[in-house]
């Protein structure tokens, strides 16, 4: 079985990351998790926090020279700025001559109001410290950890954003010869030039308007094979674990496979993917389309899984909403507290990392094995099954 827990607060000590059933024999450096976190660091409209963050996860357990053993994963990642808040976020007891950053004005549609009254909490930040988006980091390290054990058996994630503030493509664009170098080497994580310039317009425009912006991300992964979840209960459907996954995500509303929503506009005869023979595919089939973003009855068909992921602006703003003093009920313009102004394009690196952990979880759930070289083994031996299907 694979889990995974993370602990921390945003300006706390750090971040810690736990990964139990990663099989032994990968190859895992701190270089390689490195690259993920510089990714996911980068992107237009971020705020100050990322100009002091230099995330880089430390190996604590699990791997013995640069091989992990099957043995829990541990990870930590120090908070760089928890120098400035040593004291507030001290984990001992401090007196009464410290500042500790407390405040009791809630941000609507921040955590902050129901958190309080659900932990009873006087002092928000004893919520926004954990429900902040800096937790993401540490799932991040987690997935690029899962990225390296999916890659044994050639699958492969990308990401690009689709939509900023409304501003879209008009034309849907063919995953299969998307330029997804172009979306890694924009700021706001586009296949689509013109697209770029818009999404940094708008990102501008809302902080000129003292406001955020939200937005559409998309994450893929390729080469998967048929199989994965199952349609037996309702708790083992990989469309319904990979919604959970990326609704987890911080600011994160609403979660598409395919072409969920699309496809409600269509009659049934246009969004089904028909299925032809194909003696090149490996499973001597192939979908002519893939409205299904990959998954029919919670299983992958073979297609690349899709998904469509919706952030709402993010809650703080430097001109504040009116809100409410969780601790006197005063009317109070609401907290502001040093924030990104878009973040749709880091989160494109977050989606990624829930998308490899998902499919962590089901490739091991099927294959199960303790070294990689034993799941390799089990897998060549189920697609060889699929020779018995379509070849004669
Ligand atoms: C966040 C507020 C900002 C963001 C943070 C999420 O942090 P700070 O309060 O220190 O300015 O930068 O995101 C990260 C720290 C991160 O690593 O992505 C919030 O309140 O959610």
Redesign the pocket.
Known sequence: MFRFLTAGE??GPGLSVLLDGIPAGLDISEDTIKVDLQR??KGFG?????KI?K?HAVIRSGIRHGVSLGSPISLWIENL?HKNWESAMSPYPVDDSVDKKEFSNTVPGHADFAGALKYKQHDLRNV?ER????E??ARVAAGAICKIFLSKFGIYIKSKVLSIGGIESEIEEDINNADWQYAENSEVRTTSPELEKKFIDAILKSKKDRTTIGGVFQVVAFNLPVGLGSFSQWDRKLDGKIAQAMMSI?AVKGVEIGNGFKNTKKPGRDVQDVIVPDKKDKRNFKHLTNHAGGLEGGVTNGEPIIVNVAIKP?A?MTSPLPSVDINTGEKVPAQY????ICQVP?ACVIGEAMLAISLTDVLLEKFGGDHIDEIISNVSSYTSTHNEFGGK
């Open positions: 945003s300006h996911r660091q971020r705020g100050g926090r990322m963050e995330d700025d926004l429900a902040s988006a800096r993401t980091t911080n993010i703080t507290n040093r924030s990104d880091p």
